[in-house]
């Protein structure tokens, strides 16, 4: 399966700073990436679906505005939360998806654990 | 996307096997089934996926009924490392390739 890396894998920030967090497909050319956000004990959520060289497509409740999400290329999407908040606090996870016949599997990267203070 | 209910918790003891069942009663035709492991602080991790009937590889069996309304998961003697959550998914390759996740089974293996 696919390798996926993510950038930094821990981050601090102070409220009202904006903050990128980075994907990687090491050795997949994705086309689809997804973005998820899991708070604590809690299952992940799906923010938003990345496509490569087009708009992101965000789920219903996820502020467009505030992730901003960007797949310029097939190997890297990043996700940027714009003046964040302690409720922002999360920790944000990327997947690529696979290809033909994997029938829906995807591959996670490790995660970023975002705190905002 | 078909929902998925699972048990929310589930304690085993090293050795044993066990058995995680999902129900997803309204399951489309196209779907597939796909069962992941997370453990804290990481991304998840694909353990088996199957259409029908039973597919076994290293890690896990995955039993399908005929009916595909629901499916068990089976990891066999258990170790304390697969202390994690398992997540049960139901989904098809032909849309979006985006995968709801329910609340999992938090799987507890005791010494």
């Known amino acids: 399966g696919a390798v996926v890396s993510q950038h930094p894998s821990r981050v601090i920030c102070k409220s009202g700073t904006s903050v990128k967090i980075e994907c990687r497909s090491l050795?997949?050319?994705?086309?689809?990436m997804f973005w998820y956000r899991q708070f604590p004990k809690q299952s992940l959520m799906l923010m938003a679906t990345s496509n490569e060289g087009s708009k992101a497509t965000y789920e219903q409740g996820v502020e467009k505005d505030k992730f901003l999400i960007n797949h310029a290329s097939l190997t890297l999407s990043t996700l940027t939360v714009t003046s964040a908040h302690p409720e922002d606090s999360s920790f944000y996870i990327c997947s690529v998806r696979g290809g033909i016949g994997t029938y829906n599997e995807q591959f996670f990267g490790p995660g970023t654990r975002l705190t905002v203070l | 996307l078909a929902k998925t209910t699972q048990p929310i918790s589930m304690d085993s003891y090293e050795g044993q096997e066990v058995n995680i069942t999902c129900s997803h009663n309204n399951i489309a035709t196209n779907d597939y089934i796909t069962w992941y492991q997370q453990f804290p602080s990481q991304g998840p991790r694909f353990i088996i996926q199957g259409y029908k009937t039973k597919v076994t590889n290293e890690v896990a069996s995955l039993f399908i009924p005929a009916d595909r309304k629901s499916s068990t998961l089976s990891l066999p003697r258990v170790s304390l490392s697969d202390t994690a959550v398992y997540y049960c998914l139901v989904g098809t390759s032909g849309n979006t390739g985006k995968l709801i996740f329910g609340q999992g089974t938090t799987l507890q293996v005791k010494p």
């Open positions: 050795d997949f050319q994705a086309t689809t």
